[in-house]
T-cell receptor, first 114, second 112 residues
Framework: DAGVIQSPRHEVTEMGQEVTLRCKPI?????LFWYRQTMMRGLELLIYFNNNVPIDDSGMPEDRFSAKMPNASFSTLKIQPSEPRDSAVYFC????????????FGSGTQLSVL | GENVEQHPSTLSVQEGDSAVIKCTYSDSASNYFPWYKQELGKGPQLIIDIRSNVGEKKDQRIAVTLNKTAKHFSLHITETQPEDSAVYFC???????????FGTGTSLTVIP
């Protein structure tokens, strides 16, 4: 299996622009997580999907952030408008059934908002 | 909610020595404890995990121990090699729960 695939690997944008991050989970996994990693706050869970349905979005920082999972093999995380404080590494992860199951991470998207 | 603390934040060892990283958790309902290794520019990679019905698990040079009573678990790396240099994260999770609570990470440097 190719693992969790994220794109782009790097994104540099200007403040106010829309940013879309993409994720393809491991085939057969039905739980998908979006995390943000910064030096200050470590790994933060933003949102979690189970069977394509958002279950817990309490970690989404503001209305500027939105996430979708239109099918079992694709998810997006959108930031509109982006701000410099959104600069971080964003990881997508997937697991077979969520809690208690092995969680596999993608390589991440390094986002820089200037 | 769960609170996971990880120590030390940085660790340097000579090649061939052992390295130990410790984590504590607060919620007795947590029963799944994975460890991740993150190399520079990469995502966290699962290296070993343990469930609460087991006290120890080994995989070659890596072992994890769990003390449910004291609510702490540890990662042990023996015969360290330079390629073991990375940031290591512990996490706690409940079976049936979606939230993984991560420690703050330990930056391990193995000196050749």
């Amino acid at each position: 299996d190719a693992g969790v695939i994220q794109s782009p690997r790097h994104e540099v944008t200007e403040m106010g622009q829309e940013v879309t991050l993409r994720c393809k989970p491991i085939s057969g996994h039905n739980s998908l997580f979006w995390y943000r990693q910064t030096m200050m706050r470590g790994l933060e869970l933003l949102i979690y999907f189970n069977n394509n349905v958002p279950i817990d979005d309490s970690g989404m920082p503001e209305d500027r952030f939105s996430a979708k999972m239109p099918n079992a093999s694709f998810s997006t995380l959108k930031i509109q408008p982006s701000e410099p404080r959104d600069s971080a590494v964003y990881f997508c992860a997937s697991s077979l059934r969520g809690g208690g199951e092995k969680l596999f991470f993608g390589s991440g998207t390094q986002l820089s908002v200037l | 909610g769960e609170n996971v603390e990880q120590h030390p934040s940085t660790l340097s060892v000579q090649e061939g020595d052992s390295a130990v990283i410790k984590c504590t958790y607060s919620d007795s309902a947590s029963n799944y404890f994975p460890w991740y290794k993150q190399e520079l520019g990469k995502g966290p990679q699962l290296i070993i995990d343990i469930r609460s019905n087991v006290g120890e698990k080994k995989d070659q040079r890596i072992a994890v121990t769990l003390n449910k009573t004291a609510k702490h678990f540890s990662l042990h790396i023996t015969e360290t090699q330079p390629e073991d240099s990375a940031v290591y994260f512990c996490a706690a999770n409940q079976l049936g729960g979606n939230q993984f609570y991560f420690g703050t990470g330990t930056s391990l440097t193995v000196i050749p």
